[in-house]
């Protein structure tokens, strides 16, 4: 693939991440909002509207407003704008998956920051749980996150047990 094509492929994966989170999200706010959760496969599955002001599970939330601002819009933002450019300044030489990573993280990223700078808050509206096992309100843009996060470690991973010599 070109220098050209890869680049496409990225903004394209980035655009497709961003769009789906920002969709869903705006339906979330539409149809879920101030309503009961809607139960699926038995509650395992729920589809209920929350906001967050702060990061993963809440953390953060009861910072002041201006230091919220710092960390998830300035630093955040910071950090995806490195990724991006490192991933477009490196395109020849990362692996597929590398850049699929990358992508899903950035994607997702936006996503989010979007979110944080548009509204001052995270609309999600995801949630899992079986039996005790739960997770936090989660919406599209965390799953691209994570996805790219995962691919990457196990990635990495693999590599590293590749290269290893046998004994």
Not at 26 to 43: C, I, K, N, Q, T
Not at 76 to 103: C, F, I, K, N, S
């Amino acid at each position: 693939m070109t220098r050209a094509g890869r680049a496409a492929w990225v903004l394209c994966l980035l655009l497709a991440c961003v769009g789906c989170d920002q969709v869903t999200k705006a339906l979330a706010a539409e149809h879920l909002a101030g309503r009961p959760p809607v139960l699926l496969l038995g509650g395992t599955f729920r589809l209920l509207y929350a906001e967050n002001t702060g990061a993963f599970l809440s953390l953060g939330s009861g910072l002041p407003e201006w230091l919220r601002l710092w960390i998830f819009v300035v630093v955040t933002g910071a950090v995806l704008v490195l990724l991006l450019l490192y991933a477009l300044a490196h395109r020849d030489t990362l692996r597929p998956w590398e850049m699929l990573a990358l992508a899903l993280v950035v994607g997702g990223g936006i996503g989010n920051l979007l979110d944080r700078i548009f509204l001052g808050l995270v609309r999600d509206f995801l949630f899992l749980g079986v039996g005790r096992l739960r997770t936090g309100v989660f919406n599209v843009a965390d799953m691209a996150i994570t996805g790219g996060a995962l691919l990457m470690l196990f990635g990495m991973r693999r590599g590293r047990s590749a290269s290893s010599p046998q004994a």
